[in-house]
Nanobody, 122 residues
Framework: QVQLVESGGGLVQAGGSLRLSCAAS????????MGWYRQAPGKQRELVAV????????NYADSVKGRFTISRDNAKNTVYLQMNSLKPEDTAVYYC???????????????WGKGTLVTVSS
């Protein structure tokens, strides 16, 4: 079984910072892209940031560019999201996503964490 466990969410004032972490564990052969998504109340889940396996390419939602930074540590199967200059509109449940294969003869599939709540007060 594969598990993705997020941590680092919480309550912060506008302008503050938080760092989210997501560790993948279990039967893992390889991990391709890893990313963060978020879902605010009453809204659809949206992509926040994604990073390729070699950390050579990152992509961000326009709303977080210049404020959020995604990174990963392949030795730890962990992806991070550094969030600075937080705004009330960043309030959401943040989900970790990883495209990974459990064996050399299994195609890579998407796995999700259960989410961590980020609340930004004004």
């Amino acid at each position: 079984q594969v598990q993705l466990v997020e941590s680092g969410g919480g309550l912060v004032q506008a302008g503050g910072s938080l760092r989210l972490s997501c560790a993948a564990s279990g039967r893992i052969f390889s991990i391709n892209a890893m990313g963060w998504y978020r879902q605010a109340p009453g809204k659809q889940r949206e992509l926040v940031a994604v990073i390729t396996s070699g950390s050579t390419t990152t992509n961000y939602a326009d709303s977080v560019k210049g404020r959020f930074t995604i990174s990963r540590d392949n030795a730890k199967n962990t992806v991070y999201l550094q969030m600075n200059s937080l705004k009330p509109e960043d309030t959401a449940v943040y989900y970790c996503n990883a495209e990974l294969a459990v064996s050399y003869d299994y195609r890579a599939m998407d796995y999700w964490g259960k989410g961590t709540l980020v609340t930004v007060s004004s």
